[in-house]
Each structure stands twice: as C-alpha cells, then as structure tokens.
C-alpha cells in the first residue's frame, strides 16, 4: 500500500520505491530504501512528516504515493 494511506504513529517497512528515476533517486537520497523503518509523525492537508532513518522528512502527497510499504 502507498505510504499515504498509513495511519499516523504506525511503523512499517518500505518494500518499494516507485516513480520516475529522478524521483526515485531524490527519495533514496532521503533514505526511503527498501527495508528501512518508516514512520508517520504528523499529516496535514495531504503533506506529511515521517520519520526515516532517524530523521524526520516532510514530504507531500506525491511523493507518498511513489512509497510502498
């Protein structure tokens, strides 16, 4: 499932990275790999902000649907 569909505070595990190649590479340099840990910390109006490899990262909508855990 896309990580936008992920209820705040659950932790789940990346299974895939999907989109265009820039948008991938832009997202693995965040830390979004298959894997690793992700979880939400808060969602607003469609914008997030997760936690990845001890780091919190906002991101939007978009770019949470490239996500699959």
Known sequence: MPLGMVGTGENRKIIKVSGKDTTRRFLESLGFVPGAEVSIISELGGNM????????????SELARCILV
């Open 49 to 60: 902000i997760v936690n990845v490899k001890d780091s919190r990262v906002a991101i939007d």
